[in-house]
């Protein structure tokens, strides 16, 4: 019933930039909170940046300065603007949404992921 995808991702210099997308569709009722989490193999799902409907926004203490997140409520999407990137910023990055349905009254969704590699 509800699907976000992700775009943006690929292959970068270190110090370069990247702007991350994710646009949410479906049968929503509602979108409350937003973010985005990173994965790299061997290491658990770590939270990168949330952002609440009223544009509160919170970040993980390696990114701050760094990325900053942004949704536009209209068009369901969420963002994540990555500059100064690094190659330990390597990882598979996942949206996520708690979102609000006519099934129930909100649970996490998921992305599949993007790719970002910082490397030269």
């Not at 479906?26 to 985005?36: P, Q, T």
């Not at 193999?41 to 300065?65: C, E, F, H, M, W």
Request: proline share 2%; glycine share 12%; charged share 15%.
């Amino acid at each position: 019933q509800v699907q976000l995808v992700e775009s943006g991702g690929g292959l970068v210099q270190p110090g370069g930039s990247l702007r991350l997308s994710c646009a949410a569709s479906g049968s929503i009722f509602r979108i409350y909170d937003m973010g985005w989490y990173r994965q790299s193999p061997g290491n658990q799902r770590d939270l990168v940046a949330t952002i609440t409907s009223g544009g509160i926004t919170n970040y993980t203490d390696s990114v701050k300065g760094r990325f900053t997140i942004s949704r536009d409520n209209a068009k369901n999407t969420v963002y994540l603007q990555m500059n100064s990137l690094k190659p330990e910023d390597t990882s598979v990055y996942y949206c996520s949404a708690f979102v609000a349905t006519m099934y129930h009254y909100g649970m996490d969704y998921w992305g599949e992921g993007t790719l970002v590699t910082v490397s030269s």
